[in-house]
């Protein structure tokens, strides 16, 4: 919160040592749309404390847009009827994911990446075309401006790679 309210305040990155305040030392992408987000809520005329409380509603979008992309992933991976819906069903109900549409950080987004990476590593595999190694690019350039962690796909995605050269 304090990296969005930075942000919200000043218009820029931290001008500082980034290590020695909250922890403004992730990367920026979830922090800049959320101080955006506060910024257009309030030229919508929300009292101010009111503009900060929604940011979780983008957390919510994050978390509600990663059950539709585990919809996408199932059906890529062939599942149906029982299985995909008691898939489906976990997964939306997952507590983790409750509790991540309700909270502020980068978190959603950055799970928002790595599922969409996931999706199009998959299409990748069976279709290996520009159409779909662009969004796979895109997922894990915007992840990793969002959350670090998101490079830990890169390794199971390079063996995906690997895998359908060595076949083709």
Not at 20 to 35: M, S
Not at 107 to 135: C, E, G, H, Q
Request: glycine share 4%; with cysteine; proline share 6%.
């Amino acid at each position: 919160a304090g990296y969005i309210k930075y942000l919200y305040t000043y218009g820029h990155l931290p001008d500082f040592d980034p290590r020695e305040q909250f922890q403004f030392y992730h990367p920026p992408l979830h922090h800049i749309l959320a101080a955006i987000w506060v910024k257009f809520n309030q030229i919508l005329g929300e009292p101010i404390e009111q503009c900060w409380k929604n940011i979780q509603v983008l957390t919510l979008f994050y978390s509600s847009a990663c059950m539709i992309l585990m919809y996408r992933i199932l059906k890529e991976l062939d599942f149906k009827g029982p299985g995909l819906l008691l898939s489906l069903l976990v997964f939306s109900f997952h507590p983790y994911f409750i509790f991540l549409a309700g909270s502020v950080n980068n978190d959603t987004l950055a799970i928002l990446f790595m599922m969409l990476a996931i999706l199009y590593t998959i299409r990748w595999s069976k279709s290996p075309t520009f159409r779909n190694i662009v969004p796979l690019a895109l997922a894990f350039g915007l992840g990793m401006s969002t959350k670090l962690s998101v490079a830990y796909l890169a390794p199971a995605t390079a063996l995906v790679f690997l895998w359908k050269w060595v076949r083709t």
